[in-house]
């Protein structure tokens, strides 16, 4: 089977993903929580309005950029915990907007990556096909800490239609 949308998104995800690094790491320093509502709001209209332009529905988007977002904070709120036993070395602002550079881009592409997924969403073995390609990604690609896995199962939630989280194992 070609299974490169699905191995398209699990990469984007975890690249999104990435950019929260730096960002908790600017706002642990700045005794900032990890929530910013205004910049959520924000990209949420953003995605709803780009949506259509690659055949994606404006509900499905912001579905799945919600997901993307809680993600994104359950990995910062775990490394707020971690960091209370000892802090990380400082970054500046220049790494803030960089990373939210990066997120705007990764999050443009994931559009054309959901209007690819379309079909392997609703199929049975979605969940397995998606279960392996994560699998894949971690064993070959990438060294994710528990929290980094954590937090990508949590942003691929709902990208099959039937299964969720306990679908990723
Ligand atoms: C990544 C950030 O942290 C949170 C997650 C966001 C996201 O995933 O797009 C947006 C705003 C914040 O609530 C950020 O502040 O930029």
Not at 45 to 58: E, F, K, S
Not at 72 to 94: E, H, I, M, T, Y
Not at 108 to 114: K, V
Request: aromatic share 4%.
């Amino acid at each position: 089977v070609d299974n490169t949308a699905l191995i398209n998104i699990v990469a984007l995800a975890s690249q999104r993903l990435a950019q929260a690094e730096p960002i908790a790491k600017y706002k642990w320093q700045k005794k900032l929580p990890a929530t910013d509502a205004a910049r959520e709001t924000q990209l949420i209209a953003d995605m709803r309005r780009a949506a259509p332009m690659y055949g994606v529905d404006a509900d499905q988007a912001e579905a799945f950029f919600r997901d993307q977002i809680e993600a994104s904070k359950l990995l910062q709120n775990a490394r707020f915990a971690q960091w209370r036993l000892q802090s990380p070395a400082p970054v500046g602002a220049d790494a803030l907007v960089s990373a939210r550079n990066e997120i705007n881009r990764v999050s443009q592409a994931m559009l054309a990556g959901l209007a690819r997924i379309e079909a392997i969403s609703g199929a049975p073995d979605c969940t397995s096909q998606l279960r392996e390609t994560v699998q894949n990604w971690r064993t070959r690609m990438v060294t994710l800490d528990s929290e980094q896995a954590a937090a990508l199962d949590r942003a691929l939630q709902h990208v099959c239609k039937r299964g969720g989280m306990s679908a990723l194992g």
